[in-house]
């Protein structure tokens, strides 16, 4: 069965810092583009980065550039999402999902950051 599995969303303070990590069952994450996206309350569902299958290269929403970093650990089938600086705008759910754009294969169910004093 394929299967995407967010985890490490949690309460944190401004300026705090998270990992996120999306780990795959049923299929090599290796030979996939991953994307890693939120949704916040009232707001449409937003593309944060993507990691490609070939290169590796990676690309990031303007809003979390500098601050956000994501990676991949092959060995564990798992993709990280590095999040630093932390603001209270961070705040939603993240999703990680392959490939980066429409048509979308697989989602993972979600992961809740909160940024908040």
């Known amino acids: 069965q394929v299967q995407l599995v967010e985890s490490g969303g949690g309460l944190v303070q401004p300026g705090g810092s998270l990992r996120l990590s999306c780990a795959a069952s049923?299929?090599?994450?290796?030979?996939?583009?991953i994307g890693w996206f939120r949704q916040a309350p009232g707001k449409e569902r937003e593309g944060v980065s993507c990691i490609s299958s070939s290169d590796g290269s990676t690309a990031y929403a303007d809003s979390v550039k500098g601050r956000f970093t994501i990676s991949r650990d092959n060995a564990k089938n798992t993709v990280y999402l590095q999040m630093n600086s932390l603001k209270a705008e961070d705040t939603a759910v993240y999703y990680c999902?392959?490939?980066?754009?429409?048509?979308?294969?697989?989602w993972g169910q979600g992961t809740q950051v909160t940024v908040s004093s």
């Open positions: 049923g299929f090599t994450l290796d030979h996939y583009a």
């Open positions: 999902a392959t490939p980066c754009v429409w048509p979308f294969d697989h």
